[in-house]
């Protein structure tokens, strides 16, 4: 996928996301999201954060969270959380144009805009059809990527992923079937997606979750 692409569809759901967020009270940015400890405020703020994060200040971030990726999260979205969900919003609206990156492959980019889409709509009870090419590239990426920095590479060694909306077929060993995004979300963890999914690769994707 060309970086022009990548960036357009990144964009694309930025622009869906904020329009999902504008219509909501403030009492449900306080619901948990599919991100444990989370709430839906937390994860827009963290939305906020990566949409600003350049290479060189990923760098930088990490070295002030000592070398800890989950304390490096926490403390951006401390920074982006506005004192109320509208200010978080504007301050979404603000990156959402930007092209800045951390030291990631591009594609990175939708695997964060997808997944952390859902982690937001899901408990909200809100549904967005996702261009299927950004959900591919997304669990592409995502299977490429080692466990240890949020991916799912060492579990394709022992699941096939086959899905029914896409002519995706990734890994070896039994079979975990269902829609593209299912499966995105499956492998990056998020137990409520193995209910859209059959097979018996599944137990194996529970385990992971």
Not at 146 to 151: A, D, E, L, Q
Request: hydrophobic share 40%; charged share 30%; net charge neutral.
């Amino acid at each position: 996928m060309e970086k022009d692409d990548v960036w357009d569809l990144v964009h694309a759901e930025r622009a869906a996301l904020i329009q999902d967020l504008a219509g909501l009270d403030d009492d449900r940015w306080r619901e948990p999201s599919l991100c444990e400890g989370w709430t839906v405020h937390d994860v827009v703020a963290h939305l906020v954060d990566t949409a600003r994060t350049t290479r060189l200040g990923f760098v930088v971030a990490l070295a002030r969270a000592r070398f800890d990726f989950d304390r490096q999260n926490a403390l951006g979205v401390e920074r982006e959380r506005g004192e109320t969900p509208q200010e978080t919003l504007r301050r979404l609206r603000g990156a959402a144009p930007r092209t800045s990156t951390p030291p990631a492959p591009l594609v990175s980019r939708l695997v964060e805009e997808i997944v952390h889409g859902e982690d937001i709509r899901r408990p909200l009870g809100l549904t967005r059809a996702y261009p299927q090419r950004a959900v591919v590239a997304a669990l592409r990426l995502q299977t490429r990527t080692p466990v240890s920095i949020g991916g799912a590479k060492e579990l394709v060694d022992r699941v096939r992923l086959t899905a029914t909306d896409a002519d995706l077929t990734i890994g070896t060993g039994p079979e975990a079937v269902g829609p593209a995004l299912g499966l995105l979300l499956a492998v990056s963890g998020r137990r409520v997606a193995l209910d859209d999914l059959k097979g018996s690769g599944v137990k194996a994707l529970a385990e992971q979750a």
